[in-house]
């Protein structure tokens, strides 16, 4: 993929364009033995419901303040992208006390009560599937996404120089330097069209988001993302290696 990207939406609309039918997001969860491969398609329509809830049904703005209180998972990647091609600022980790909306998985709930504007739950069951009770105060989010839009027009498409993405310890990027960064850290990692990037690390900073969505975004590869490798065994890791046919390890 070239360098021409001015935001990250637009990163996603390029491998789209590209070649729609390649892996994108392979997620192992080494808890449950849930796998689940994504697409650029399939990605990208998780990605244009998932706008269009925020759009409409949550009625986010540019630059709203999103916090993501959520594992890495690849629903956690949908909504990453989802809230940049919205244009409201993602904050992984933010302080529900101050942003707009939040989205929070089950371990995280009471953290997120303490956002006074939309509240959105998941389940983060295998599937994708929706909490047997919806937690209070709580939209449940495999509820309300599978009947919205499979295509996402943005009222007001997100400039590259409108603020994307605030980092734990208040660091702030515009879309342009999101997607420079993810540029120069594929290049920094050697990473090309077809490569498959492993990543165990957490999205709750820039390191876990570059490995394990934007750069293997950014290069035209995929990423193999994993939750709870800790209980994989190495034997396990190398089989995994193998069959996913990992060429980059972080």
């Known amino acids: 993929m070239t360098a021409t990207s001015a935001t990250p939406a637009q990163l996603l609309s390029d491998a789209l364009r590209a070649d729609p039918g390649r892996p994108l997001v392979t997620f192992y969860d080494d808890a449950t033995g849930e796998r ?7 990605f990208a329509n998780w990605v244009a419901k998932t706008a269009n809830l925020l759009q409409d049904d949550l ?9 993501l209180l959520l594992p890495a998972h690849w629903q956690t990647a ?29 371990d995280t709930l009471d953290a997120a009560l303490a956002c006074g504007g939309e509240r ?26 599978p009947s ?22 208040g660091e ?17 990692r050697g ?8 990543s165990g690390l957490p999205y709750d900073g820039w390191e876990g988001l570059s490995a394990g969505l934007l750069a293997p ?15 994989l065994p190495a034997e396990g890791l190398e089989r995994r290696k193998d069959s996913e046919r990992v060429t980059h390890t972080v």
Do not use: K, M, N
Request: hydrophobic residues 50%; proline residues 11%; charged residues 15%.
């Open 36 to 42: 689940v491969e994504l697409s650029v398609a399939t």
């Open 59 to 67: 009625g986010a703005q540019p630059g709203d303040r999103l916090a």
């Open 78 to 106: 949908v909504w990453v992208l989802a809230g940049f091609s919205v244009g409201v600022v993602v904050e992984p980790g933010g302080d529900p006390a101050g942003a707009d909306l939040v989205v929070s998985g089950p």
């Open 120 to 145: 959105i739950a998941l389940a983060l069951r295998p599937l994708g599937g929706r909490f047997p009770q919806p937690p209070a105060g709580f939209a449940d989010y495999a509820v309300e996404v």
């Open 148 to 169: 919205q839009g499979d295509r996402f027009v943005p009222y007001a498409p997100p400039a590259p120089g409108a603020p994307a993405l605030r980092l734990p310890g």
């Open 172 to 188: 702030l990027l515009t879309g342009a330097e999101v997607t420079a960064r993810a540029h120069a850290d594929a290049a920094a």
């Open 191 to 198: 990473l090309d069209r077809g490569a498959r990037v492993l």
């Open 217 to 231: 975004l950014a290069a035209d590869a995929a990423v193999v993302l994993c939750r709870h490798l800790d209980q």
